[in-house]
């Protein structure tokens, strides 16, 4: 059967010795050597200290009962237990620093303070920053979460803003107002154009979309009738305006059209005579 070996705490104190462990000092703070000390009360002399304690900053003093003996040699590792603090300093080479909590580096947070009830769990933090410039404030965080979207559960667009609109009013939208398509003509003929009744519905208007432009023979239709005559020909219109008259037999050209208007007859109930307006344009 394997045996566990605890050490025992002389062993445990020896081996700390061992390495750099100190005698306990009552404070780290002082610059002012103490009016009444006791033989044995050990002190780490503060910073710009005075009297029996100047040049000795840093260093540990201790009262003897008649002056005060400074030891041992500073070393980078020394180590100390300062009872007014109940923590541990470690020299690190040029001052007496925490191992761990606040003053043990930057960006380590003290735990009296985001750990108060010593669960090993942060109690709180003003912000947080993944260091790779992701980073975001409590207040920040809070409006997220209270914004967050679940599925199946909104009731509103843009709620609390300007342009808030609840399910129930989308959907009447959609409803009413914003129809999907248009609503399909029972009965009509496939080629044929479509237009409006007086309600404003489609219907089928009848007419063929074959009629009104013949791409086998170049024409327009007479969109009045639906019917194959009164054509006009795509070749006799000139930027939309038509060049000539053709009811199938006869053609009628714009000049000949207006050659006869000019030269129209009329009658003329003063002289109880036919006359023409431009009797010098007529060529018989």
Known sequence: MAVK??????????????????????????????????????????????GDWSGHDNEIAEWNG???DFGPTLTEGLVVYVKDENDLYV???????????????????LKSVYDTDDDGIVDKAESIDDGAGNSATA?????????????????????GGANEVSASELRTALDTTIPSKADKVSGATDGNLASLDSNGNLQDSGIAASNIFDTSSDTLDDIGDGSTYGKVKLSELNNGTVTQ??????????????????TRAQYDASTDEIVFVDPDSYSG
């Open 245 to 262: 008259l053709n009811d199938g037999t006869n053609t009628v050209t714009a000049a000949q059209g207006k050659k006869a208007y000019d």
């Open 5 to 50: 070996r605890v050490p025992t705490t002389s062993k445990v104190v020896s081996m700390l010795n061992e390495r750099g462990l100190l005698e306990p000092v009552l404070d780290k703070d002082l610059s002012t050597p103490p009016s009444s000390p006791s033989t044995g009360d050990r002190y780490i002399v503060g910073a710009s200290a005075t």
């Open 66 to 68: 008649s002056s005060w």
């Open 91 to 109: 020299y690190d080479g040029s001052s007496w620093i925490k191992p761990y909590g606040e003053g043990a580096g930057a960006g380590d947070m």
């Open 139 to 159: 207040a920040e965080i809070k409006d997220a979460v209270d914004k967050k979207h679940s599925q199946n559960t909104d009731t509103y667009l843009d709620q």
